[in-house]
């Protein structure tokens, strides 16, 4: 990952959550892939992906809670209460993360129970040209 894309992904991720606490850095034993931090705190990876010809950046979050306070735990750790979780239709292993009415990522489930997810936010290149 190129500089200017690691300060476009941090400045679209700080957006995204409302929270100026959120740093990308990248991984200096891999120039595909950084961490997402909150504070000191590691909370993600994103990692890059040129198929196709097209630049794009995957960002996973594990979420160690279960559904009945994911959404709670979200608000909390990003100090955003404009975070809510929206059902998928008829999808029931997952829910999407919005911020007020803007479409963030998908969250799943990491086993049967739904005692951990996993939130997924794709990333396009032209999602960050205003970043």
């Not at 959120?22 to 892939?33: E, F, G, S, Y």
């Not at 909390?76 to 997952?94: P, Q, Y």
Request: charged share 35%; aromatic share 6%.
């Amino acid at each position: 990952m190129e500089k200017t894309e690691i300060r476009q992904l941090q400045a679209f991720l700080r957006h995204a959550f409302g929270n100026e606490d959120v740093r990308v850095i990248v991984d200096p034993k891999n120039t595909d892939a950084a961490a997402v931090n909150l504070g000191e705190r590691k909370i993600a990876e994103i990692t890059v992906d040129d198929e196709d010809g097209d630049r794009s950046f995957a960002l996973a979050m594990r979420i160690p809670v279960g559904r009945e306070v994911l959404q709670d735990y979200l608000r909390r750790l990003f100090e955003n209460d404009k975070l809510k979780i929206v059902a998928r239709g008829r999808k029931t292993d997952s829910v999407e993360l919005n911020s007020g009415d803007d479409f963030l990522g998908v969250i799943s489930a990491d086993d049967p129970r739904g005692s951990s997810y996993t939130l997924q936010i794709a990333i396009l290149d032209f999602d960050l040209e205003d970043f």
